[in-house]
Each structure stands twice: as C-alpha cells, then as structure tokens.
C-alpha cells in the first residue's frame, strides 16, 4: 500500500507512546489511520456522533468495523446536535469533542491526541484570521506538535494538502464517508475553504508548507519564551509580546482566546470562561487556573510583598513549591536576599 508522508520528528515523538486517534471516519482522519497502521504506530480511536446526519450511525458501525478488523479500541461519544438549532454548531460540537477526548486521555493515561488536521485546514484559519485583522501570532494556528498539561496534540499531516489524501485513498481503495455539512457555506470555514484555500492549495501546497515553517520560525522569535513554567502555572514578563505568550499559555490549559478576552486581558485581572485567571502587576503576567481557597495570613502577607496578584494566590498557596521556586524571580532578588526581606513575617 502507497502511505502518505509523515516527518521523521513526529514518527519518533509517537513511537513508544500511548497514543488517541480522534477519528470520524472521515476522508482524513481515514487516511491517517491506515498511514499510521502502515507506519507501525499504535494507537486507538475516539469517536464522537453528533446524529446530525442520515449516516451518522453508519459512520460509527463502519468505524466499529474498522477498528475491530485491525484489533484498535474504539471508544464512541453519542451527543446529538441539531444544525440548525444549536447556535454556534463548530464551538459547541468542539468543545463536546475535546471534553470527551480530555476525558478519555485522563481516565485511560494516553500521552498523545493524534488529529488529522492538514495543510488545507491550516491555509483556512490563515484565511479567516487574515480576515478578522489578526497579528502573526494567530494567523497561524495549529502547531504540528501542541503541548496540552495532561498530553500532546500531534497533526501528523500538518503538511499533507487535501488532494494528496484524497488521492492516496482513491488509489488503495479504502472506504470513507464525507460529511455533507462541510458543504455548508454558512459556516465561514466552509465558505473560504468552497471560495479560496482549496484551490489555492491544490496548486502551491508544496511552497506553502514550506512558507508555514519560515513563518513557525519567525512566531517562535516574535513570541519570546515563559520566565517560569511549572505544570499549569506560567510567568511572563509584562511587555509588548505578553498576550502572545498569555495565548499561548491558555492553549495549553485548554482554552482558546476570542477577542473580547483578549481586550479583556489587557484592561485588567480576569477569570477567562471559568476556568483561566490571568493577572499582572508591574513587571509580570501570571497564567493558571481558577482557583479558591482559603489562604493564611503569612501566606497573603508574603504575596503582598511580592505583589502576587490576589486571584492567582489560592492556585499558589496549594503549591507551596512553585513560591518557593521562583520567588526570587518574582521579587528581582536573590534568594537570600529575599530571605532576610520576609523573615520577620
């Protein structure tokens, strides 16, 4: 069977992990299943049915089908969806997705989400944001390997353009289903992808992935790095590259920034969809999650002093290891210094 090329970083990255295909049984994330058989990577599937069209429950049957036949657990997410009716149908059928996929990563230890998204569907969001007004930073999305805070999200075919894939299927004769919604040209993905970026992509593929890496490049220099990061906490300075690395960091804890929260950062300390506090003083930006708890005196005192931000405290205080760590940081002096600073607290 002819395969579809996969990079050498992402092959050694997925062997030896326990890895998540999140598959649809559609035409890419079909392809990408019997590449990565063919390839020798292990993996097992998750499978969400929205019931949003006549063959939803075929799809799933075909997928049961699928994974038995080449002995991959399956495991299958029933949410059922109106088109029509569920206001913004691409945020909620993707946060219904991610939810499950969390939750399978947490429950059965997969190191890795394995996505099917390719060069078409990174050429689309370029497009869209491009039209919203967008910076570097966002233009770009998806990486080829995302770090998440409990596993890492791989796009194997980052690189790969439609027509390659729908080719490589064709040519092997293997079965898949395509989603009519995508047809759709209400949704703004599915009108710049039917007006613009297939053909696009179709005649440039091979210069645009290169022109994504250069670009990748130059992103990574743009953003600037964490000051300090532990598990899901971040310190950033405070400058004009903050709400790169704030975008970031809320990637990583499973949030994507809208516009308004972007705004929102700037003006002043906030909790981002219940869930993300971000807060500054002077010289940082702090990033973890939505905490409370209830915090001693010495504690609170030591983070006046510091000038911690108060909703950033309480994720903190259960982590006595992070002040530890990284205080001298935050207070501009050495340790010991610091130490003789707070003493008489």
């Known amino acids: 069977m002819q ?20 598959f649809s049984h559609g035409s890419d994330s079909t392809a990408l299943f019997y590449t990565l058989l063919n390839l020798g990577v292990k993996f097992d599937c998750a499978f969400v049915n929205y019931k949003t069209r006549e063959n939803s ?13 080449f002995g991959v657990n399956l495991f299958v997410k029933t949410a059922p969806l109106n088109l029509e009716n569920s ?5 909620t059928a993707r946060k219904i997705r991610y939810d499950f996929f969390d939750e399978i990563c947490a429950k059965f230890g997969y190191d890795t989400l394995i996505t099917a998204h390719q060069l078409n569907d990174k050429f689309e969001w370029f497009l869209m944001q491009l039209g919203r007004g967008a910076g570097l930073a966002n ?27 729908l080719d490589f299927l064709s040519e092997n004769k293997i079965k898949f289903f395509n989603d009519i919604s995508n047809e759709n040209t209400k949704f ?15 005649k440039y593929a091979l210069n645009l992935a290169k022109s994504f890496e250069f670009l990748s490049i130059d992103k990574a220099n743009l953003m600037g790095e964490f000051i300090y990061q532990k598990d899901k906490f971040f ?10 690395l704030i975008d970031k960091a809320c990637k990583i804890l499973g949030v994507v920034l809208s516009q308004n929260q972007r705004k929102e950062i700037q003006k002043t300390d906030c909790v981002l969809s219940g869930k993300i506090c971000v807060c500054k003083n002077e010289k940082f930006y702090f990033v973890a999650p939505f905490e409370k708890t209830k915090m001693d005196k010495k504690f609170k005192e030591k983070c006046r002093i510091l000038k911690i931000p108060p909703l950033i405290r309480p994720y ?19 340790h010991s210094d610091f130490v003789d600073k707070i003493g008489e607290i």
């Open 57 to 69: 429950d075929l799809e799933e049957i075909s997928a049961k089908e699928l994974c038995d036949k």
């Open 139 to 165: 233009l770009l999305g998806f990486e080829k390997i995302e770090n998440r805070t409990n596993y890492a999200i791989v796009r194997p075919f980052y690189n790969v353009g439609k027509t390659q894939i």
């Open 188 to 202: 703004a993905r599915n009108a710049v992808r039917a007006e613009f970026s297939d053909k696009f992509v179709e």
């Open 3 to 22: 395969i579809l090329n996969i990079d050498h970083e992402i092959l050694d990255f997925l062997r030896g992990r326990k890895n998540l295909l999140a």
């Open 316 to 334: 903190i205080f259960a982590r006595s290891e992070i002040l530890a760590e990284c205080e001298g940081l935050i207070s501009g002096l050495d």
């Open 235 to 244: 310190v950033l300075e405070n400058s004009q590259k903050s709400l790169n």
């Open 87 to 91: 206001g913004d149908f691409e945020n």
